[in-house]
């Protein structure tokens, strides 16, 4: 495990954050990337950039915000033991849940739905992704 875990070198960003569990696949963690959802020091970067023990890395995935300072470089998945290890997280809470949007749901045999239906949904998703500060 020496190999895998240590606290010198780089590691490229979309392999970091797969490696210690902040996203389920690597694919996903380079479309973050690729997507502006993630941040090293407050900048945009691209799924290679180079992480280095120390950096603080903001990634926002599946409707959260997570907010963490590397403290060990990981090549590889390891377990979420030795995951929670690698870095320090400073996120703020998830929101509780009577204060999530609720999802949308069809009655079944109800068709397609109109255009009016469709831009509802796409408000109430919008709504629920930015959060009920706006932001």
């Known amino acids: 495990m020496a190999a895998e875990v240590s606290d010198e070198g780089t590691v490229r960003i979309d392999a970091w954050i797969w490696s210690v569990r902040l996203t389920k696949t690597r694919s996903q963690a380079a479309s973050a990337c690729r997507a502006g959802h993630v941040r090293v020091n407050g900048e945009r970067v691209k ?35 030795v995951a929670v290890e690698c870095y320090v ?20 045999g109800a068709g397609r739905p109109t255009k009016r239906d469709r831009r509802e949904l796409e408000r109430l998703q919008r709504a629920n992704l930015t959060g009920p500060d706006g932001t």
């Open 47 to 81: 799924p290679a950039h180079a992480l280095r023990a120390g950096d603080q890395v903001r990634v926002f995935h599946a409707g959260r915000e997570r907010l963490v300072v590397v403290s060990k470089i990981v090549r590889k998945r390891v377990g979420p033991t």
């Open 89 to 108: 997280d400073n996120s703020p809470p998830p929101p509780p849940r009577e204060f999530t949007a609720p999802v949308a749901v069809r009655e079944r």
